[in-house]
């Protein structure tokens, strides 16, 4: 039987082309129930205050930072989206007066338009929010060298080399309401995947890369970071692959109920808790990464119930 075409998109695969039967178990998860998915290799941890959440998102970047030596480099790539956590990392260094001389950070994604990487003067540059909400505010005598901080170009073959002969201890992210990291979307539904989304097997491959952005995605980063302007969204990005995702030691997923809805942290917890791999959803695919760990904020968890507005 042919899939369903999605009701948000009908020329794109996405979550709601998924079985209803998925999606309704999905639904009816109480937090409780959300947190007992822990399993082997895939953790689901709760944080109570955003204070503690944010905090124990920028401590991954300091127990990161603190294993690398020059003969052993270390590394964190990170998100912007959350971003809360990037002033603490700055106030942390400083504070402890960390010595980032040997530390390796990799940017996860960088919007595209025209064939290349928006610059760092442009309004929703991810580059320049991670410099100005984290990177300038490090003491000079403490900062990371800036050749070893890596952001994604339109010519990818530099990013790509750069995560040879290094460790990246974490890869850090949130969710999109399409269910990505990074910017890993759904594919179009066209050519030959007109009947069905890539294989998992065949999705794991890709590496950083530029991708065509899912409507989805434009209309979420108009309404975080726009002001709901969508115009102003580029409709490509450059974002780390997989294949540098299963490179991470760990993968840690942060979720404080701002970028994903309460339907969306349940259901990609659900199938990562019972391998159920469909690229339709993305974030799916870490079923197989040994090391995943998703974070909430237990007060942006929300219901599923409805309630009209």
């Not at 949130?174 to 030959?192: C, L, M, S, T, Y």
């Not at 491959?205 to 002001?227: E, Y």
């Not at 159920?276 to 599923?304: E, W, Y």
Request: proline share 7%; net charge negative; aromatic share 10%.
């Amino acid at each position: 039987m042919p899939r369903k075409l999605s009701t948000i998109a009908p020329d794109w695969w996405d979550y709601t082309t998924l079985d209803s039967d998925l999606v309704e178990e999905a639904a009816r998860l109480s937090a409780d129930e959300l947190k007992g998915l822990s399993r082997d290799g895939f953790r689901v941890v709760f944080h109570d205050t955003l204070e503690a959440f944010y905090l124990a998102e920028a401590l991954e970047y300091i127990d990161a930072w603190r294993q690398s030596t020059a003969d052993n480099p270390v590394g964190i790539c990170g998100p912007v989206g959350p971003t809360e956590q990037l002033p603490l990392v700055a106030q942390l260094v400083n504070e402890l007066g960390l010595s980032l001389r040997e530390a390796h950070f990799w940017a996860m994604d960088e919007w595209c338009m025209n064939g290349t990487e928006v610059p760092v003067t442009h309004p929703l540059s991810f580059e320049r929010a991670n410099r100005e909400l984290c990177f300038d505010r490090i003491r000079p005598e403490l900062a990371i060298p800036s050749r070893q901080l890596y952001f994604p170009k339109a010519d990818t073959s530099a990013y790509i080399a750069s995560w040879e002969g290094k460790r990246c201890a974490v890869m850090q992210g949130g969710q999109g309401d399409v269910k990505h990291w990074a910017f890993n979307d759904p594919v179009k539904r066209e050519g030959k995947y007109r009947d069905a989304p890539p294989a998992p097997d065949e999705y794991r491959q890709l590496r950083t890369r530029r991708v065509n952005l899912h409507p989805i995605t434009l209309a979420q980063n108009a309404r975080t970071s726009g002001g709901g302007n969508i115009a102003l969204v580029p409709t490509h990005a450059l974002t780390v692959g997989p294949v540098e995702t299963w490179r991470a030691d760990k993968v840690s997923i942060w979720q404080a109920g701002n970028h994903d809805s309460p339907f969306g942290q349940r259901l990609t917890t659900l199938m990562i808790a019972k391998g159920i791999k469909d690229t339709a959803v993305p974030m799916s695919l870490l079923a197989d990464h040994p090391n995943v760990q998703f974070n909430f904020f237990r007060g942006g968890l929300g219901t599923c119930q409805v309630e009209m507005h």
